[in-house]
Structures are given as C-alpha cells and as structure tokens.
C-alpha cells in the first residue's frame, strides 16, 4: 500500500509537467484543418463533404472527425477545439498510462521520462491530428490483451471493441492488433466468439456501410491520392528509410527505445507480448513500404506508445544497479544527445534530400495557443479569407487546410495534390521524378476547371470525360439511384479502369 502511495504521489507532478509541456509547445497542422472544413461544413448543415458540391471523404479519421464535430458543436472555433481536444485526450492516455503500465516508481518514472523525452510524442499530442486517440486505443487494447485473466466473453468483445475503434479512427493501426487479435479469436474460435467478434467491431462496420452508401466507396480519397500515385515502390521504400533516419537524427530516443523494446520482448518467453511487438514490426513495415510521412516523426508515435509498454514489463524486475543504468541511459538519449532541446534549437524547417518536415517548428508561431491571444494570422488562412472575401467560386490550390476552412464553404477548391479531389485522385502523379512524400501533385486535365466552373462536362479527352460522368454521378448523383449504385460496383470493382488507360501509360 505505501509503494503505491509513493507511486501515486509520482503521477501527479509527471502529468503536470506533460500538460505545461503540451500548453507550451501547442500547435495544429494544417492537415488538421482538412479535416475541421468538414466538420464545419457538417455543423452548418452541408453534410459531411468538404467542397459542398460533392461528397468525398477526405479524413482518414473518422471517430476523430466525430469527436471534433461534437467539440467544435460547443466552442465554435476551430483552434479551440483542435487544440482543446488533442490536448484533454493526451492527457487522459498518459495520466491512464503512468496509472495502469507500471508497477513500481522506477517503471513509472521511466515511463514517464522516455514519453516526455520524445519529441514526436509531445508534438502529435497537440497537432489536431488523430494520434492521442490513437495513442488511447492503443493503451486500452494492450492493457486488456496482456491482463493475466483467462481469455473469456467480456475480453474477447472488449479486445474486438477497441480493434473496430481503432480502425474507426485510423484503418491502417490495425496492423498494431492485427496479430494479438487474431490469435485470441482463432485460440477461441467458436460461432460465439465469431458473434462477439462481430458485435465489437460494428461501430467499424457501420461505418464502412454509410462510407459505401454516402460516399461510394469504402477507403477514403487520400487513399487514392496517396497510395495510388504511380510511384515506383523502390522509390517509395528508399524515401520510407529517409524518414527513419530522419527520426533518429532530430528525434533519436523514439526509434532507439522502439527497437530496444522489440528486441527485448522477441528475446523474452512471454506470448501475448510478442503478439504485440510483431504488430509493431508489421506497422513500421508498413511506413517503410508507404514512404513514411512529410511529417518528422509523427507515424512513430503510436510504435512508441506500445513498445514502452512491452519495455516496461520486461525491466520491472531488474538490480538496483540497472534501473539506475536505465535512468541515465534513458536521460542522455533524449535530453543530452537531442539535436532540438526547445523551439529555438530548430533551425530548418525541411529536410532538404527528403522533404520531410519538422511541421509543429513551420505551423508553432500561428497556431500556438497564444494565437488566440493575439490573433496572429497564418499566411494560408489569409489567402483563403482573400478567396471568400473576392467572391471567388472556383479556384485552384494546393496546401488545402487552413486556406479550405477560412475560404468558406461557397468555394470550390481544386486540390492538385488530389486530396480532396476525386477525378484527380485516380490519376497518376505529373512527374514520377519530382513529388514529394505525402504530396503527389497532379495535372489538370484540358477542361477540367472549366467543368467545374460550368457545372457541365467539358473534359477534352473523350475517355476520361466518361470516367468523370461515373464518378460524378457518384459523388453528386441521387444516393439511392440505381444508376448511381450501378457505378458504384462499376468504379469499385475496377471496370472502369480502362477508360484511364491512357493517362496510366
């Protein structure tokens, strides 16, 4: 009882230096703002779309758009529900983590020291993006999976629950639970467990089901746009090691402790643990075969979050002379070897061979809370406040976020990164020699702003013009129209491919 008191005394003084650092450090991305122009547009009445004039789904969160929509629903104001949000639930997943991970004040204490120390941790704690749910679902999911009880009914739903909130929020972490799940399902396989099974991922399925009838097609657009580029895959694994190597120099305590804690759980006896690492290993497979992100870090988070977990259950038992090898290792890792100790240690802003960025260092001066003080503009939300205020309906953009959101919804934005943009999307990228990772920009095909300009189809190619009827019709055609759900199996079972034929040679 008195360990846990001291334990509990601990906790208090490491959440509150987590929450100053998050209120120092607090910034959004303006893929954030993607995003909050939907959630905008849903809260005045235009549905869930992001141009008013067609549905197209361009977050990869959908729980996470759901819980801003309910947050901006009460604040009205896009930074503070962004930043109110991030902030609460980040702070919810570590208090429960330093709460139900460890079991002794070193394993809290250094718990504590390796998640404070990561500056991706921090940064994508407060960006508006979707990683603190991440990072929430994650920790229930292997707190239920590593509980040393039987499997029984209440856990197998439970672990099936959080799998389906998981995917809900970000389809690509089922990677994290995709083993550990399916062992727990196949060692209890049963008509029951398949019900179960079902029952704890319907929030999931349900939503596929409204994506398929409202948006006509089940993954979301920046899938298309992203993983759907034409850029060879060598090139794309070659870019996905830069954004390793791009970690472990500015940030190298996230990565270290990562496979520090892999290697450890492999080596141990332990199977659930090693269910779980493998998880992690299937995720940063998957960022190296993606390319990783132009954001520094950020898909590094969620490995994190997991492997200190798998970490701290294998060093809880260790000699006095050890833990304090942990402390001193841990501390010169991520404070003394830190290239970017505070704001002013970042000197540059892109990684000039790569294209990655250290967003939180470009975005900080604009979106940081004390903007809501003294309402410093960013330049992007300038132009699209530019944009409404000249009436303008069509035009032509690039970085979408921040410049969408203050546009307004009375502007049809034409995003040549394909983003939100569904005919450009299934386009391949204008120069497989020149993009960037996360920016794959297209060309606009002769007549194409003309077509949205006009409302009529005026798309030069012949081809493509049809494949841009089909499409239309899904995106703005009647929902329940059978020539509407005839496209739809059409576009998703790939018949109309051929029409594309030509811009894919």
């Known amino acids: 009882m008195l360990s846990a008191l001291r334990t509990h005394k601990l906790i208090i003084p490491l959440v509150l230096i987590f929450i100053i650092m998050l209120i120092q450090i607090s910034w959004t991305g303006d893929d954030a703002f993607i995003t909050m122009r939907t959630v905008d547009n849903f809260v005045h009445g235009f549905g869930l779309r992001w141009n008013v004039d067609e549905r197209v789904q361009v977050f990869t969160h959908p729980l996470w758009m759901f819980l801003l929509v309910a947050v901006y629903s009460l604040v009205h104001d896009p930074y503070l529900a962004l930043l109110g949000l991030s902030i609460t639930v980040s702070t919810i997943t570590f208090f429960l983590f330093?709460?139900?991970?460890?079991?002794?004040?070193?394993?809290?204490?250094?718990?504590?020291?390796?998640?404070?120390?990561?500056?991706?941790?921090?940064?994508?704690?407060?960006?508006?993006?979707?990683?603190?749910?991440?990072?929430?679902?994650?920790?229930?999911?292997?707190?239920?999976?590593?509980?040393?009880?039987?499997?029984?009914?209440?856990?197998?739903?439970?672990?099936?629950?959080?799998?389906?909130?998981?995917?809900?929020?970000r389809l690509d972490a089922v990677l994290f639970v995709l083993p550990m799940l399916a062992v727990v399902l196949w060692q209890n396989r049963s008509r029951r467990t398949l019900a179960l099974f079902i029952a704890g991922m319907s929030p999931f399925l349900l939503w596929e089901a409204f994506s398929l009838i409202y948006y006509g097609f089940l993954l979301p657009n920046t899938y298309y746009a992203k993983l759907n580029s034409g850029v060879p895959a060598g090139a794309l694994m070659t870019q996905g090691l830069q954004y390793f190597l791009n970690s472990l120099s500015l940030n190298?305590?996230?990565?270290?402790?990562?496979?520090?804690?892999?290697?450890?759980?492999?080596?141990?006896?332990?199977?659930?643990?090693?269910?779980?690492a493998l998880g992690v290993c299937l995720y940063l497979g998957y960022i190296l075969f993606i390319g990783g992100d132009f954001m520094s870090g950020r898909?590094?988070?969620?490995?994190?979050?997991?492997?200190?977990?798998?970490?701290?259950?294998?060093?809880?038992?260790?000699?006095?002379?050890?833990?304090?090898?942990?402390?001193?290792?841990?501390?010169?890792?991520?404070?003394?070897?830190?290239?970017?100790?505070?704001?002013?240690?970042?000197?540059?802003?892109?990684?000039?061979?790569?294209?990655?960025?250290?967003?939180?260092?470009?975005?900080?001066?604009?979106?940081?809370?004390?903007?809501?003080?003294?309402?410093?503009?960013?330049?992007?939300?300038?132009?699209?406040?530019?944009?409404?205020?000249?009436?303008?309906?069509?035009?032509?953009?690039?970085?979408?976020?921040?410049?969408?959101?203050?546009?307004?919804?009375?502007?049809?934005?034409?995003?040549?990164?394909?983003?939100?943009?569904?005919?450009l999307a299934h386009l391949p990228i204008a120069n497989p020699r020149k993009w960037r990772i996360g920016h794959f920009e297209r060309a606009l095909p002769e007549g194409y702003r003309e077509t949205i300009e006009s409302g009529e189809n005026r798309i030069r190619d012949p081809a493509l013009a049809e494949y841009y009827r089909q499409l239309r019709l899904i995106t703005s055609g009647p929902i329940w129209s059978a020539e509407r759900w005839h496209a739809i199996w059409m576009m998703n079972t790939g018949q109309y491919n051929d029409l594309l034929a030509e811009y894919w040679q």
């Open 98 to 169: 330093l709460i139900l991970v460890p079991r002794s004040n070193f394993s809290l204490v250094l718990a504590g020291m390796i998640l404070l120390f990561s500056k991706a941790f921090i940064d994508y704690s407060t960006s508006g993006l979707e990683n603190p749910a991440t990072h929430l679902l994650l920790l229930g999911f292997c707190v239920a999976a590593l509980t040393a009880q039987p499997i029984d009914e209440k856990r197998i739903f439970l672990l099936s629950l959080l799998a389906g909130l998981l995917m809900l929020n």
């Open 252 to 276: 190298p305590i996230t990565l270290v402790i990562i496979f520090i804690a892999l290697g450890l759980t492999f080596s141990g006896k332990a199977d659930s643990e090693r269910w779980l």
């Open 299 to 423: 898909y590094f988070t969620a490995p994190l979050v997991v492997s200190v977990i798998l970490l701290i259950r294998r060093v809880e038992n260790i000699t006095t002379l050890q833990k304090w090898t942990w402390v001193v290792f841990v501390f010169v890792l991520g404070w003394a070897l830190a290239p970017v100790k505070s704001y002013d240690d970042i000197v540059t802003t892109v990684d000039s061979t790569a294209g990655i960025s250290d967003e939180m260092f470009w975005h900080y001066p604009y979106t940081n809370l004390q903007y809501l003080l003294h309402e410093t503009s960013h330049p992007w939300e300038s132009t699209g406040k530019m944009l409404s205020e000249n009436g303008t309906l069509v035009s032509v953009e690039g970085g979408i976020g921040m410049l969408g959101f203050t546009a307004g919804p009375k502007v049809h934005i034409i995003d040549y990164l394909a983003l939100a943009d569904p005919l």
